[in-house]
């Protein structure tokens, strides 16, 4: 062939194969089996949150034990992948590894896992399970059967989880009775009306919406406790002691909270609120599990790329909530409601003057963070943040199985809709009762999520920037977060592999 024809031939080849990938991307996506339970789980998680509130520890085990049953399912239709808890026995023959046992499978699977952690919305999942095709009501434990898989997979789950330390069943000695309840005795240095010590975690009264108040007491203490997925323990990577009262640093970060609180644009508002993570909520971990759907649809995802990309954002998720916790538990430092009232105490500071006032002089008593008055901080200690932890962890997470740090999301969020809904633009910007020359359009917010750690770094920032956390517990969240996820990302290539050990 001479030069000229093989240059044509090449050119050729290489047109087809750029025409060629434009056809794939043009080709519409079905999500996988796996995208659609997922959606059915972060939709009954939402459902939690709107009858018991928002708690997010217990939201990121629930999730994390429903997708490593449906992880462990899949398993035994792979050659080589073993399940995390009955390892590769349940491995079913290459004539049985067809696409429609194996999404039956994980479906039996993820139905009994959900079950497990919310029996009060059996009558939902039932449906969803018959829209789907399948029978809610076959309890097969027959391992030829996709089902009996399924159910299989799913008991062994169950029962590693029933007694890990989460007290679900409220059974825990110590405890009250009630599920998740506290079982270590666990009481505040600090009471609600008055401040002891400024340096520990004092509770919090909420408006309850009926023109009372409310005043949670920590969130689950004892989640330092709960098995964790791959980490040795809790404390592993416990976090170095934060600053105290007296510290420069620390009057540094608490005066830092103070300006981003009287000074937060539209965009930081929406910021602010995009990682509150909104009504309905799923937690950090269901909202790090829409990031990774939304790779899963990028990506043209199959089955078994979802099934292995949601088992590892969902487990690395429940042991960042572990970590952070123990720290918390340990530390149990206090939040910038409560130290921006101990420093400026008796004194008028410029902040936030509350829904549709923007910022005036305040007394510091007055001070309040960028949030409704129905929930003002979360029930727990500041150090380390969660959102912090949890959001560096997913991230270093889908980076590592992506082989990329490229995200490309973009969320369009309306500045002050969950704070202050109602009120325009230029009036939420308002400033010593002046309305600001802020339009609509300037409150309507393109949040650009370029890549995983820079909206990890977004979530733990955003933090700080409405008045919940003070910057040292966003930078070592961060940290503890990434060393987590290092460590959690090999274990969870084991069981891809097949060398996990039981």
């Known amino acids: 062939m001479s030069r000229l024809g093989l240059l044509s031939s090449c050119l050729v080849a290489l047109l087809f194969t750029v025409s060629s990938a434009r056809a794939e991307e043009a080709r519409p996506h079905t999500p996988s089996a796996a995208y659609q339970w997922l959606d059915i789980a972060l939709e009954v998680t939402a459902r939690e949150v709107d009858a018991r509130g928002a ?24 050659d080589k992948a073993v399940g995390t808890r009955l390892g590769g026995s349940l491995r079913r023959p290459q004539a049985e590894r067809t696409l429609a046992n194996r999404e039956k499978a994980i479906a039996y699977a993820t139905y009994r896992a959900l079950l497990f952690v919310h029996p009060t919305d059996s009558a939902f999942l039932a449906d969803r ?27 062994a789950v169950i029962e590693y989880r029933r007694h890990d330390g989460a007290n679900q069943l409220g059974d825990e000695p110590g405890s009250s009775g009630t599920p998740y309840s506290d079982y270590t005795g666990y009481v505040p240095v600090n009471p609600p009306d008055r401040i002891i010590d400024p340096n520990r975690w004092q509770p919090i009264p909420f408006d309850n919406g009926q023109g009372g108040t409310v005043i949670p007491g920590f969130l689950t203490p004892h989640w330092y406790l709960v098995t964790p997925f791959a980490l040795d323990s809790s404390s592993q990577f416990r976090p170095p002691p934060p600053p105290r009262v007296g510290s420069y640093q620390l009057a540094r970060e608490v005066n830092e909270v103070i300006r981003f609180n009287a000074t937060l644009t539209p965009e930081e508002k ?25 790779v899963s649809l990028r990506d043209r995802h199959d089955l078994e790329k979802d099934v292995k990309l949601f088992f590892s954002v969902a487990n690395v998720a429940m042991d960042a909530f572990i970590a952070c916790w123990e720290a918390k538990r340990y530390y149990d ?35 309040h963070p960028y949030s409704p008055p129905t929930f003002v901080t979360p029930p727990f200690p500041g150090y380390v943040s969660g959102h912090s932890t949890v959001s560096a962890a997913a991230a270093k997470v889908l980076e590592l199985f992506t082989g990329s740090d490229a995200f490309g999301d973009v969320e369009v969020v309306r500045a002050g809709e969950l704070t202050e809904p109602g009120f325009p633009c230029n009036i939420i910007q308002q400033r010593a009762g002046r309305p600001s020359n802020d339009t609509e359009r300037d409150c309507v917010v393109k949040l650009k999520l370029r890549t995983f750690s820079q909206t990890a770094e977004m979530a733990g920032i955003s933090r700080v920037m409405g008045g919940y956390h003070i910057q040292s517990d966003n930078i070592e969240g961060l940290e503890l977060g990434r060393k987590v996820a290092h460590f959690t990302w090999p274990r969870m290539r084991a069981y891809f592999d097949g060398t996990a050990r039981h």
Do not use: K
């Open 55 to 78: 708690r997010p520890t217990v939201l990121s085990r629930t999730i994390a034990i429903a997708l490593t049953a449906m992880y462990d399912a899949w398993a035994a239709y792979d």
């Open 333 to 367: 430092t206090s939040r910038p409601w409560t130290l921006v009232r101990y420093y400026r105490a008796g004194r008028e500071l410029w902040g936030w003057a509350g829904p549709g006032q923007g910022v005036d002089w305040i007394p510091a008593e007055q001070w």
């Open 129 to 155: 399970m018959r829209q789907l095709g399948f029978d809610p009501a076959d309890t097969s434990t027959d391992p030829a059967t996709p089902q009996g898989v399924g159910n299989l997979a799913a008991a």
């Open 270 to 294: 929406a910021l602010v609120e995009f990682m509150r993570d909104g009504p309905r909520s799923t937690g950090q971990s269901g909202h790090w599990l829409r990031f990774a759907q939304f």
